[in-house]
């Protein structure tokens, strides 16, 4: 797909600023600083587009790119990072909640690890819970370049082993430095966007 407008709408903190409208959306979750925000950037070849850092915690509202005036991004703050609150912790969790069960334009989720690693507690609790409420989940591997060829693809049988991804949703091995898997990575966008 061809990114020829990518703006953000807004950065909701709470649920009633989430965008009404018509447009179809997608949103990304993954553990904090696993690539969320650069995966975006990447993928609407926008260099800052979503803001990214080396400090875990970056982004901590919903953030709402509007695309071609078609679709819509979500940038979801990340979880499983260790110095956050209990109180911002439940915070976060029923705003994620308020979202996942409420937003009707939402048609998928792209789930993001970290292909060096096994999925994390937090990461199996999200994929179940997001497949609990019926959602497809496009599971994106990335930071790829990180390892070599033959890690990735014994990595890759270890999350969809462990996570127990289900034989309809996808599973992309990415990454933001590279661009590999940027083409698999908007078709299975574009599938269940408008598919
Ligand atoms: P939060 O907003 O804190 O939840 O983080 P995030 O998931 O949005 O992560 P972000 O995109 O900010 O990236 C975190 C760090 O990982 C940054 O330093 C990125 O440059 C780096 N990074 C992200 N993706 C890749 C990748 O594919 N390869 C490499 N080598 N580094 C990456
Ligand atoms: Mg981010």
Request: hydrophobic share 35%.
């Amino acid at each position: 797909m061809k990114v020829i407008e990518a703006d953000l709408v807004i950065s909701a903190g709470r649920a009633d600023q989430f965008p009404p409208g018509p447009f179809p959306e997608v949103a990304l979750s993954g553990r904090s600083n696993v690539g969320k925000s650069s995966f975006i950037n990447t993928i609407l070849a926008r260099k800052a587009l979503a803001r990214t850092s080396q400090r875990p915690g970056k982004t901590q509202t919903l953030n709402f790119y509007k695309i071609n005036d078609r679709f819509h991004f979500v940038d979801v703050p990340g979880y499983g990072y260790a110095k956050v609150s209990k109180k911002e912790r439940d915070a976060w969790g029923r705003l994620m909640e308020t979202y996942f069960e409420t937003r009707e334009q939402l048609r998928g989720v792209v789930l993001l690890v970290d292909v060096r690693h096994k999925p994390t507690e937090d990461d199996r609790m999200m994929y179940d819970w997001l497949k609990h409420h019926e959602q497809k989940v496009i599971v994106v591997a990335t930071k790829a370049d990180k390892i070599s060829k033959g890690k990735q693809q014994k990595q890759l049988a270890v999350i969809k082993r462990d996570l127990d991804v289900s034989p309809e949703d996808p599973v992309v091995l990415f990454s933001s430095e590279t661009g590999l898997g940027k083409d698999k990575a908007w078709r299975e966008i574009s599938d269940a966007l408008f598919g």
